[in-house]
C-alpha cells in the first residue's frame, strides 16, 4: 500500500533506496495500475478513503479473470464434463484465491501472468506459431514487471521448447 500511495502522491518511481522503505523494491506494474485506479476512482468523485479500499476490486477482476483462464487451460488439456467441472470447482473455490481477490499487493496479478503463460505455453506446444508465442512473451514480460517470481515458468516453458524441437 505504501508503494501505490508513493506512486498515487509523487507520479513516479521511488527516487530513493528502494530497500530501506515497505517494500517498494518489487516491480512497479500491479503498484502503477492500482495508483491509477485510485486516481480514476476519484475523479469519479469516491471520497478518498473510498478510492483506496478499491483496489481490491482490481484484485478481484485478477482473481475472477484466472478462473477463466484455468476454464482455457482445462478445455486446451482435453478435459470434460465431471472432470472439468470438479476441476473448475476446486480451483474457484480454492480458499488462497478468497483470499487474494480481497487484499491489495501484487500477488493475483502476478498468478494472473503465470496462468496465462501457462495457457499459451500449452498452445504453443500444439501449434507452434507467432500467434501464440507473442502472448507467451508478453505473459512473462508484464509478470516479471509485476512479480520476479513469475520467471519460474521460464525453465518449464524452455523444456516445452526443448521438447518440440527435439521431436520435430
Not at 11 to 30: A, S, T
Not at 112 to 141: E, H
Given at each position: 500500500?505504501?508503494?501505490?500511495?508513493?506512486?498515487?502522491?509523487?507520479?513516479?518511481?521511488?527516487?530513493?533506496?528502494?530497500?530501506?522503505?515497505?517494500?517498494?523494491?518489487?516491480?512497479?506494474?500491479?503498484?502503477?495500475?492500482?495508483a491509477?485506479?485510485?486516481?480514476?476512482?476519484?475523479?469519479?468523485?469516491?471520497?478518498?478513503?473510498?478510492?483506496?479500499?478499491?483496489i481490491?476490486?482490481?484484485?478481484?477482476f485478477?482473481?475472477?479473470?484466472?478462473?477463466?483462464?484455468m476454464?482455457?487451460?482445462?478445455?486446451?488439456?482435453?478435459f470434460?464434463?465431471?472432470?472439468?467441472?470438479?476441476?473448475l470447482?476446486?480451483?474457484?473455490?480454492?480458499?488462497?484465491?478468497?483470499?487474494?481477490?480481497?487484499?491489495?499487493?501484487?500477488?493475483?496479478?502476478?498468478?494472473?501472468?503465470m496462468?496465462?503463460?501457462?495457457?499459451?505455453?500449452?498452445?504453443?506446444?500444439k501449434?507452434?506459431?507467432?500467434?501464440?508465442?507473442?502472448?507467451?512473451?508478453?505473459?512473462?514480460?508484464?509478470?516479471?514487471?509485476?512479480?520476479?517470481?513469475?520467471?519460474?515458468?521460464?525453465?518449464?516453458?524452455?523444456?516445452?521448447f526443448?521438447?518440440?524441437?527435439?521431436?520435430?
Amino acid at each position: 500500500a505504501g508503494y501505490i500511495k508513493y506512486l498515487y502522491t509523487y507520479g513516479h518511481l521511488p527516487d530513493f533506496d528502494p530497500r530501506e522503505q515497505f517494500q517498494f523494491y518489487h516491480p512497479p506494474l500491479h503498484h502503477i495500475l492500482a495508483a491509477i485506479w485510485v486516481k480514476f476512482n476519484q475523479i469519479l468523485g469516491e471520497p478518498i478513503e473510498q478510492c483506496w479500499k478499491n483496489i481490491q476490486v482490481l484484485t478481484l477482476f485478477y482473481s475472477s479473470a484466472c478462473m477463466i483462464l484455468m476454464y482455457r487451460i482445462l478445455k486446451e488439456l482435453d478435459f470434460k464434463g465431471p472432470g472439468l467441472l470438479l476441476s473448475l470447482l476446486v480451483f474457484s473455490f480454492h480458499p488462497y484465491f478468497i483470499f487474494l481477490a480481497g487484499s491489495v499487493n501484487n500477488d493475483t496479478l502476478a498468478i494472473l501472468f503465470m496462468m496465462l503463460a501457462i495457457l499459451y505455453t500449452i498452445r504453443w506446444s500444439k501449434s507452434p506459431t507467432f500467434r501464440n508465442i507473442v502472448p507467451l512473451a508478453l505473459a512473462f514480460g508484464l509478470g516479471m514487471s509485476t512479480k520476479l517470481s513469475v520467471a519460474y515458468l521460464a525453465p518449464a516453458t524452455a523444456l516445452v521448447f526443448l521438447w518440440k524441437w527435439v521431436r520435430t
